[in-house]
Structure formats: structure tokens, C-alpha cells
């Protein structure tokens, strides 16, 4: 069983900037593909970013491309969504999602592709 958590959303100005964090539970979180959602109040939850366990490849959806970077340290068994240049539009519950694969270089980008998720993290942009 994996179990993940996130931490570090909060509130900030528009044009600011947060870190989240996702920790990761089991033994194989380098065999883990990541990835960050997000739903907004009376949304669908949407693909975000994702990176391939091994950290070589990463994917974004187009409204975050440029502000938002996803890394992971398979050490510390945690990745990390760094968001820059924040946006209202940004606002919403942030989930992050895992799934452990044999492939090191897949991302994937669908909720059905991810097996576990976190119970998310809320982060606020104020105009």
C-alpha cells in the first residue's frame, strides 16, 4: 500500500510564488510515476504535471508550462510542484497521485493511470 501526502499549499498574491510537497510512503517510491492534479470548486479534477520515476521525463498541461516546474528526490521519497508567477485561475485542492511502473521513463497524465492519491492540499491565489 502507498500512501501519499501533501503539504505546503496555502495563501498567496497573484504573481507569487508556492512549493508543494508530496511525501510518499513504501519502498519502492523510485519505481513510482508521479504526477499533480488539481480540481477547482465545481471543476473536474485536471492534470497538472507528471515525471517519470526516474526524473528524466517530464510533461505539463498548458497552462502551467513555464510557471510550474515538478521535480522528485527519490531519496527523501518525495516530489515536489514548484509554482511560480501564481494565477487566481490557479486556485484549487492540489493532488498528487502515484503508480508503480517498470517503465523508468513513462509520465502519465489521466486520472485512470494512477492508482494512489493524497487527500490534497488547498492553495489560494488572491487577486
Known amino acids: 500500500q502507498v500512501q501519499l501526502v501533501e503539504s505546503g499549499g496555502g495563501l498567496v498574491q497573484a504573481g507569487g510564488s508556492l512549493r508543494l510537497s508530496c511525501a510518499a510512503s513504501g519502498r519502492a517510491f523510485s519505481m513510482y510515476a508521479m504526477g499533480w492534479f488539481r480540481q477547482a470548486p465545481g471543476k473536474e479534477r485536471e492534470f497538472v504535471a507528471a515525471?517519470?520515476?526516474?526524473?528524466?521525463?517530464?510533461v505539463y498541461t498548458d497552462f502551467v508550462k513555464g510557471r510550474f516546474t515538478i521535480s522528485r528526490d527519490n531519496a527523501k521519497n518525495t516530489v515536489y510542484l514548484q509554482m511560480n508567477t501564481l494565477k487566481p485561475e490557479d486556485t484549487a485542492v492540489y493532488y498528487c497521485?502515484?503508480?508503480?511502473?517498470?517503465?523508468?521513463?513513462?509520465?502519465?497524465?489521466?486520472?485512470?493511470?494512477?492508482?494512489?492519491w493524497g487527500q490534497g492540499t488547498q492553495v489560494t491565489v488572491s487577486s
Open positions: 515525471v517519470s520515476w526516474s526524473g528524466g521525463s517530464t
Open positions: 497521485a502515484a503508480k508503480i511502473t517498470a517503465f523508468r521513463m513513462v509520465v502519465l497524465t489521466t486520472i485512470p493511470d494512477y492508482d494512489y
